[in-house]
């Protein structure tokens, strides 16, 4: 169990790891209360990646004040993402995309993380990422810089540039101005 605290708003994330490998199985929640950054809301995820730690496919569900929305993402054998809501569907291959990230969640940053060994000394660089706005689920084809200092990873991303810090395993324990693992 990972559990994260927001540093400058009313949020906290929680989620059930399980790891094979570089294989990952998660379960987890977002709970977030009305800021400036956000209306309160409420996301689940469950999230599946392969043995190479490519993201198989992900299921979110968001709760706010107006209602409930659904959004499922899948990376088919060739490489494309199909992402589809209950009213419509899209396929694209998300400029190559291997990996989801989802605003608002420190967890996510441990897919590349973990599946490039940045945690072991492995390069950053620049990655396609399939990119999840909470709490809309709005979905966007994004990159992510990942750069390995002596003060842990730089991460640039289309909302924030942070610094992370992250365990022997690759997982975050602090994300600059959003979150600290508790």
């Known amino acids: 169990m990972l559990t994260f605290r927001g540093r400058n708003a009313p949020r906290m994330e929680s989620v059930r790891v399980q790891v094979a490998g570089r294989r990952?199985?998660?379960?987890?929640r977002i709970v977030g209360g009305d800021?400036?950054?956000?209306?309160?809301?409420s996301a689940s995820y469950d999230?599946?990646?392969?043995?190479?730690g490519v993201t198989r496919r992900l299921s979110l569900r968001t709760s706010v004040a107006g209602g409930e929305r659904h959004t499922s993402i899948q990376r088919d054998t060739e490489g494309y993402w199909l992402v589809g809501d209950g009213e419509s569907r899209l396929r694209s291959r998300f400029?190559?995309?291997?990996?989801?990230?989802?605003?608002?969640?420190?967890?996510?940053?441990?897919l590349p993380i973990r599946r490039l060994?940045?945690?072991t000394g492995g390069a950053g660089g620049v990655l396609p990422v399939v990119y999840v706005y909470l709490p809309d689920l709005t979905v966007r084809e994004a990159d992510l810089t990942y750069t390995v200092a002596a003060a842990g990873l730089?991460?640039?991303?289309?909302?924030a540039s942070s610094t992370l810090t992250v365990d022997s395993d690759g997982f975050v324990t602090d994300y600059e101005g959003l979150a600290t693992r508790i």
């Open 154 to 159: 730089h991460v640039q991303s289309p909302v």
């Open 24 to 28: 990952i199985k998660a379960t987890g």
């Open 47 to 52: 999230l599946v990646t392969d043995e190479s």
């Open 35 to 41: 800021c400036a950054e956000h209306s309160a809301f």
């Open 95 to 110: 400029g190559g995309a291997l990996d989801v990230d989802v605003v608002l969640s420190s967890f996510f940053n441990a």
């Open 117 to 119: 060994g940045l945690h």
